[in-house]
């Protein structure tokens, strides 16, 4: 990269990373959804924050709820229908 041996932008970019890192870290954590693997991802310095956004991304969405038994009583043969048949 260019910008590495510039002391300025370092110095500039170093503490703006570190603020959104930490934010990052404590957005997980007040998070309701979280896990601990979750916290644990945003923990990472770089892209933890990024995987951790969007593994509590995924906790919103619900699980399918399981199916339930068919009723017998759906499927109980119905008066007259077979009398289109029998004419």
Do not use: C
Not at 21 to 27: D, M, Q
Request: aromatic share 4%; charged share 15%; hydrophobic share 45%.
């Amino acid at each position: 990269m260019a910008t590495v041996d510039v002391h300025g932008i370092a110095a500039m970019v170093g503490p703006i990373h570190g603020i959104a890192w930490l934010f990052g870290i404590v957005a997980t954590w007040r998070d309701p959804n979280r896990t601990t693997g979750i916290t644990v991802l945003a923990v990472i310095p770089g892209i933890g924050g990024m995987l951790a956004l969007r593994a509590l991304g995924r906790t919103d969405v619900h699980p399918p709820k399981p199916s339930t038994p068919a009723d017998p009583a759906d499927f109980a043969p119905h008066e007259g229908i077979h009398d289109d048949l029998a004419r």
